[in-house]
């Protein structure tokens, strides 16, 4: 079990903003997808991420100026990355260990997805129930 089979099933771009865009578009970006974090580039190139718990420090800091503060000035820097091949329990637990909830999902230099904790656990939890009902027909036939 990799990511890269997780986003195998998926199709469409990834939602992600830009260096330049303003907090508040962003934050109408996270609302409108149902999101809790974006990837941030510049260019094709990823250069950090911005989630509700940054939009939560960042309003705590500056009250509602933060809205109009530009992404590159508060956005997370060098987030955690992966790769397509790693495996699925290997990133759950590298997101465990560095208490985050998302994961930008690179293959050479370039963004190819984007994972989040609520993913991978939904898919562990397909793929058990999968085996336990092979696992119950096998001994029932």
């Known amino acids: 079990m990799t990511i890269g089979a997780i986003l195998q099933g998926?199709?469409?771009?990834?939602?992600?903003?830009?260096?330049?865009?303003?907090?508040r578009a962003v934050?109408?970006?996270?609302?409108?997808?149902?999101?809790?974090?974006?990837?941030?580039?510049?260019g094709d190139s990823l250069v950090g991420i911005f989630s509700e718990r940054d939009f939560v420090r960042l309003v705590a800091s500056y009250g509602p100026e933060a809205l109009?503060?530009?992404?590159?000035?508060?956005?997370?820097?060098?987030?955690?990355?992966?790769?397509?091949?790693?495996?699925?329990?290997?990133?759950l637990s590298q997101m465990t260990q560095k208490r985050i909830r998302h994961l930008p999902v690179v293959d050479g230099s370039g963004l190819v997805g984007f994972v989040s904790i609520g993913?991978?656990?939904?898919?562990?939890?397909?793929?058990i129930e999968a085996e336990a009902a092979a696992m119950r027909d096998y001994i029932a036939g």
């Open 10 to 23: 998926r199709s469409g771009a990834v939602v992600a903003a830009r260096t330049d865009d303003l907090v």
């Open 27 to 42: 934050v109408d970006l996270l609302a409108q997808h149902r999101i809790g974090a974006v990837p941030v580039l510049d």
């Open 68 to 91: 109009d503060r530009r992404l590159d000035e508060v956005m997370t820097r060098s987030p955690v990355t992966c790769g397509p091949e790693m495996a699925v329990i290997g990133a």
């Open 119 to 127: 993913d991978l656990v939904k898919y562990r939890i397909d793929k």
